[in-house]
């Protein structure tokens, strides 16, 4: 008796497992040929979009923050990109300015959306700004990508994805393995629970 409540048990948490993974699987699969690895194959776009996240309380840039900067700054400079659009709450999109203009990208090339509490207000902005569609190039990490693409073209925005963690200028040796396997695990973990929010149009 206590071995077919046991086995019933395990067959109910491997389906809530796979219902839970379901919609993020389905929309990386989806999208995953717009994600571009390396940014020689990206094509020549009139904005790089980088997507924020939150700043330290102190207003530094954050481990995760910086890798997205670091990658949209390195498109800006090789030339894939025309211009610069840093997205997110107001004091944090101008931290993230702040931060490419301390690192010799020029304020001319930068636009500054301070209009940003999630992901898809990014793409709002984009799309009531510039009604017709610019060539875009969109910066987060991997774990994000799959639901920021699904998200916006929901919205009409349509772009080339490029993932920040395969930018190699920026030192994580500080890091233990341990550190980044568990910061990288919870943000898959916790943007499978957003995709199911934003199936149901909840985020």
Known sequence: MKRKIFK????????????????????????????????TDLPDSDVVIIFGTLVNDSGNITPLLEERLEAGKAILETGKANKIIVSNTEAAANVMAKYLYDNGINRNLVEIDIQADKTPDTCSFE???HPK??????????????RLLYQCNQLGVEGIAFPAEVITTIDRSKYSFLTKFQVRTSRYVREAGLTWLAFLNIY
């Open 8 to 39: 019933k048990a395990i067959i109910i948490v491997i389906v809530l497992i796979i219902i839970y993974w379901l919609p993020f699987v389905i929309i990386v699969l989806s999208g995953r040929s717009n994600i571009v690895f390396t940014i």
């Open 127 to 129: 799309k009531e700004k």
């Open 133 to 146: 569609s610019r060539k875009m190039i969109f910066v987060s990490q991997g774990f994000h990508l799959p």
